[in-house]
């Protein structure tokens, strides 16, 4: 049986941005051996610079155009960090801690999903569940426009240069044994 284990709003970095877009939301469902992370983006979304063909495959510098992410906090200071695009490409890394010891990991590829209509997108990615539990959530977006400027949106902007590695950008606490 599914349960939302966290939900939150990512806000624009205040040095990015977006007039253009309201809101984004994002529900975490723990799905028993998966998490289900949804991304509801409202707003002018033919601004939103999306790929045109699907291809589905892992890639690094997924970050350099419109990409949803999400950053799993262990309790030893280490995390892992998933990015997925629109068009089903992604990327998984593990940190040993800030931005330090970054190893690929070794998951099956996630079930990423884009769906809507000219005010609202819902990117789903669906990832089997860490070996360990988790104890923080973080959760952010990169979103281009087709001019090629960017904006970052995450539950909380810590740093005066957008950082979603910054440990108060792990801004969901999570109940023990998650």
């Not at 941005?17 to 051996?33: A, N, R």
């Not at 629109?86 to 590829?109: C, H, I, K, Q």
């Not at 959530?137 to 240069?161: C, F, M, N, Q």
Request: net charge negative; charged share 25%.
């Amino acid at each position: 049986m599914s349960r939302v284990i966290a939900t939150g709003n990512l806000w624009a970095h205040p040095d990015t941005p977006c007039e253009w877009l309201s809101d984004i939301m994002v529900t975490v469902t723990d799905d028993g051996d998966a998490l289900t992370i949804a991304y509801h983006v409202v707003g002018e979304i033919d601004d939103v610079k999306l790929p045109e063909h699907p291809s589905a495959q892992r890639k690094d510098e997924l970050w350099k155009t419109t990409c949803f992410e999400a950053f799993l906090g262990f309790d030893d200071g280490s995390y892992a960090e998933y990015n997925f695009a629109p068009a089903g490409d992604w990327a998984g890394y593990r940190f040993s801690g800030y931005r330090e010891g970054v190893t690929n990991l070794d998951v099956p590829a996630p079930e990423i999903s884009a769906e809507g209509n000219d005010y609202m997108l819902l990117i789903t990615a669906k990832i089997a569940k860490p070996d360990q539990p988790m104890a923080r959530l973080g959760l952010a977006a990169v979103i281009e426009d087709w001019d090629g400027e960017k904006s970052y949106w995450a539950l909380r902007h810590p740093s005066e240069k957008p950082d979603f590695h910054h440990a108060d950008c792990f801004a969901i606490t999570l109940a023990a044994g998650q």
